[in-house]
């Protein structure tokens, strides 16, 4: 396992994957959250109760927007790609994010990618404590798979390409996680958006 470094700026946390840090993305004071985490909860028992669900629901779309926190969250990450990496045609706005919410006896955390649904995926952490980090799998020019890991910072924002897997860190705090993820399907190709990104 190869750890990935933090710092207070907005950078390359990895070079060769292309992983792009943006600190204090969205912070909320305590009064907003307490409103935001009531949506968010209404929004996982909606989808709950949407089917005879006899399984347990970790992602789940953010359709209920009770605040409006949820768009201004993902105009924030259009915002965002747009000055990151120039002009872009969208061929699927997604218009809301989803939320991966788990707890340390209570999560699901499985190796994936988003290529199939986007070009640059995102991943908001709006509510982490401790170490409630990331692993990606950096399987480039090398004859071994390498997992790196990386603990972001509440309110930060990481930015990947939608090929990179990836898998959540299991929380180790009482509370509830949420983290958001986001996405932009594109015409262009995510090699021809990440060449347009310049390190800082």
């Given amino acids: 396992m190869v750890w990935l470094s933090n710092s207070e700026q907005n950078k390359y946390i990895d070079y060769d994957l292309k992983i792009i840090s943006v600190k204090n993305f969205y912070n909320v004071n305590f009064l907003q959250r307490r409103k935001i985490n009531a949506s968010l909860e209404k929004n996982h028992i909606d989808w709950l109760m949407r089917e005879d669900r006899n399984y347990k629901?970790?992602?789940?779309?953010?359709?209920?927007?009770?605040?409006?926190?949820?768009?201004?969250?993902?105009?924030?990450?259009?915002?965002?790609?747009?000055?990151?990496?120039?002009?872009?045609?969208?061929?699927?706005?997604?218009?809301?994010?989803?939320?991966y919410r788990s707890k340390r006896d209570d999560f699901r955390s499985v190796l994936h990618d988003h290529v199939a649904t986007s070009t640059v995926s995102g991943v908001y952490y709006y509510q982490i404590k401790g170490k409630d980090g990331i692993v990606f799998e950096?399987?480039?020019?090398?004859?071994?798979?390498?997992?790196?890991?990386?603990?972001?910072?509440?309110?930060?924002?990481?930015?990947?390409?939608s090929n990179l897997v990836h898998k959540p860190v299991v929380t180790k705090s009482r509370g509830i996680r949420y983290?958001?993820?986001?996405?932009?399907?594109?015409?262009?190709?995510?090699?021809?958006?990440?060449?347009?990104?310049?390190?800082?």
């Fill in 138 to 161: 950096d399987d480039k020019s090398r004859e071994m798979i390498q997992q790196r890991e990386y603990n972001p910072q509440q309110g930060e924002l990481l930015l990947f390409p």
């Fill in 57 to 99: 629901i970790f992602n789940f779309p953010l359709k209920l927007d009770h605040t409006l926190f949820f768009q201004e969250v993902h105009e924030k990450f259009l915002e965002l790609c747009r000055e990151y990496f120039g002009d872009f045609k969208i061929l699927e706005d997604k218009k809301y994010p989803y939320c």
């Fill in 179 to 200: 983290s958001f993820n986001l996405e932009i399907q594109t015409e262009e190709s995510t090699e021809e958006l990440f060449k347009n990104y310049e390190l800082s």
